[in-house]
């Protein structure tokens, strides 16, 4: 499992093709990227901020718990921090198991954790000034459900 919590920018080809060389085990690979969004075309930035050793503890024990519950041969996120603009890719989480549906399930419960529960703070700016993202309804939905 790798994690990577960084400020630079990312190649989704080139984290894809290094995640699943030298794979085995695996008989389905799921990869998803999330993307800045800017619902209303009012969003300057995104800024993001953690505490690193922190946010790494708690995303690897959630990549963990996906791999024991799903049996995978393998798993990848990568979460960026700092300012972001609108359509740039901010994470992205991959998972490798030995069939399509575990893999499928761990990757959507790595990305619904990333959105509710990992340790980012995430302040929008637009033509009003900044604003601190708080937990949608949804969001915590979504996470029910594991």
Not at 6 to 26: I, K
Not at 78 to 96: C, N, P, Q, S
């Amino acid at each position: 499992m790798r994690l990577s919590v960084r400020q630079a920018a990312f190649d989704l080809g080139a984290e894809a093709n290094a995640f699943t060389a030298g794979l085995t085990g695996a008989g389905a690979v799921v990869t998803f990227t999330g993307l800045v969004r800017d619902e209303g075309g009012r969003l300057a930035a995104l800024e993001i901020e953690h505490y690193p050793g922190m946010t790494e503890r708690a995303i690897t024990a959630m990549m963990e718990t996906a791999a024991r519950r799903w049996y995978l041969a393998d798993a990848l996120v990568i979460h960026r921090h700092g300012r972001l603009a609108a359509d740039e890719a901010i994470m992205m989480v991959a998972t490798a198991a030995r069939h399509r549906a575990e893999a499928f399930a761990a990757a959507e419960f790595l990305m619904d954790y990333l959105k509710s529960r990992a340790p980012f703070w995430k302040k929008e700016f637009g033509p009003d000034g900044a604003e601190w993202v708080t937990a949608k309804d949804a969001d915590e939905a979504a996470l029910r459900r594991w």
